[in-house]
């Protein structure tokens, strides 16, 4: 038995497995052969990164009661990936599969694949082609108006991945043009991603003209990563049943009233961002979040600003043990040079803002 993790933006002619998962079990790789050695990393951050060994002969993969056969598996430490996640594996749909309509129920929260020879699509689906490109991950073009809280309106009209191993509603990537209109927009959350930002911006939308959402949430990207300019992740996708009919080479989408939103409580707001100094250390403030609120901005922090220490810690002396106690602090003291002079700034914070998304 393996906690395996469904991901519909992985790859679809191996799956991974954790490198302590296979110190449990050795004979996962007893009989196979190393094909090369490489590194794993996530689409959306290059820093989440990993040494992966790759494998010929994979062990047969047994999903409720069919047997999946794919033509390679890779080993690599996927907890540096993913976080500190209960995972010995992920896996998307062979991509040899064409005889099975892969089924996924968020309506009551299971996996299951059909025949296609005796299934028949529900009658309430909204059907959607599959682009030309499925060897990696699955692609529809769907159009979706948007309505901001400002009352501005947009329609989406692209193909977007599928992409269930992200949490999000919509993902707007680096460079797409629907950027410069949110970033119009005055009503952005920003969150923290890695050292960096992305933006969200809760939208009514329309999809098809006619099936109607409330509280989607569109997030934007303003760096370059490996992910495709569109992507619908989990939470725009629990609000239907999805079917993977790959033998007709088309995806539909069963609304249901049993909609839940997928949440990580450890996500934080975005505030201030930093870059190195040339002692190497991340002291230069680079970035301030612009959004009412943002303590820092309300604190008098300027672009350029140089941070010498936080309270009491000097910042070439301060660990992540050491700043442990700010994440709950009240109050944050900096120490600061701004052109050429000392001085101090105090960071007040209201705890009782929601974290999380």
Not at 31 to 50: A, D, I, P
Request: net charge negative; charged share 20%.
């Amino acid at each position: 038995m393996a906690n395996m993790m469904f991901d519909s933006g992985w790859h679809r002619f191996k799956f991974d497995l954790d490198s302590a998962f296979c110190s449990e079990h050795p004979d996962l790789i007893a009989t196979s052969s190393v094909m090369n050695v490489g590194v794993n990393n996530s689409g959306w951050t290059s820093e989440f990164r990993t040494k992966s060994t790759q494998y010929t002969l994979p062990p047969k993969m047994k999903i409720g009661e069919m047997n999946y056969t794919y033509s390679c598996f890779s080993v690599s430490n996927l907890k540096r990936i993913w976080g500190p996640l209960t995972v010995d594996g992920i896996f998307n749909i062979p991509a040899d599969d064409s005889t099975h309509v892969w089924e996924l129920n968020f309506e009551h929260n299971y996996i299951e694949t059909h025949s296609v020879n005796n299934f028949v699509m529900p009658k309430n689906c909204f059907i959607f082609p599959l682009e030309k490109d499925t060897s990696l991950a699955f692609s529809i073009q769907i159009p979706i108006q948007i309505q901001c809280a400002s009352g501005d309106t947009l329609t989406i009209n692209r193909p977007f991945v599928i992409d269930t191993g992200a949490a999000h509603d919509i993902c707007l990537m680096y460079q797409t043009p629907e950027l410069q209109f949110f970033n119009k927009q005055q009503d952005a959350v920003w969150l923290q991603f890695v050292d960096r930002y992305c933006r969200y911006y809760t939208v009514q939308a329309t999809m098809c003209d006619v099936f109607q959402m409330d509280s989607v949430r569109i997030y934007t990207y303003d760096f370059p990563n490996n992910v495709p300019g569109y992507v619908l992740g989990t939470n725009f996708l629990k609000r239907f049943n999805v079917y993977f009919d790959l033998p007709n080479r088309r995806i539909g989408l069963q609304p249901h009233k049993n909609y839940q939103r997928v949440v990580n409580p450890l996500t934080k707001r975005y505030y201030v961002g930093t870059r190195n100094d040339s002692r190497g250390l991340p002291s230069i403030v680079a970035k301030i979040a612009d959004y009412p609120g943002n303590p820092y901005q309300e604190a008098g922090f300027r672009l350029g600003d140089m941070v010498t220490s936080v309270d009491t810690v000097k910042l070439e002396n301060a660990t992540r043990e050491a700043l442990a106690y700010l994440q709950d602090a009240d109050s944050i003291t900096y120490s600061i040079i701004r052109d050429g002079k000392p001085m101090k700034i105090t960071v007040y914070f209201d705890r009782s803002i929601p974290q999380g998304d």
